[in-house]
């Protein structure tokens, strides 16, 4: 359930309220009385899910995304192949029996 802001047109008065979505806005002011209690428009909190299935590099800082950024975008130095010989024997194959 959110948090809404509430200010209130008549004494200034300003007040956050805990409630569900569903729930219709308050009107009435706690201070004063009167019917002039209006919800703000907040930016709200950031969600962050957590629990299986989610990320925790879901929700990066821009300065790690840049900085991630950047090395990508660096070539990386040369590698040199090197080639090693394997010797694999060769297993000597069982006679197939046959049942009958």
Wanted: contains cysteine.
């Amino acid at each position: 359930m959110p948090t809404y802001e509430y200010s209130c047109e008549s004494c200034g008065q300003k007040i956050e309220k805990f409630q569900s979505i569903k729930a219709r806005p308050i009107r009435k002011c706690p201070k004063c009385g009167k019917q002039t209690l209006k919800r703000l428009i907040g930016s709200g909190a950031g969600i962050i899910f957590k629990g299986s299935g989610f990320y925790q590099t879901d929700y990066r800082s821009e300065s790690y995304k840049t900085a991630a950024k950047n090395e990508k975008s660096t070539p990386a130095p040369a590698k040199t192949e090197t080639k090693t010989e394997t010797k694999t024997e060769s297993k000597k194959e069982k006679p197939k029996s046959t049942a009958k």
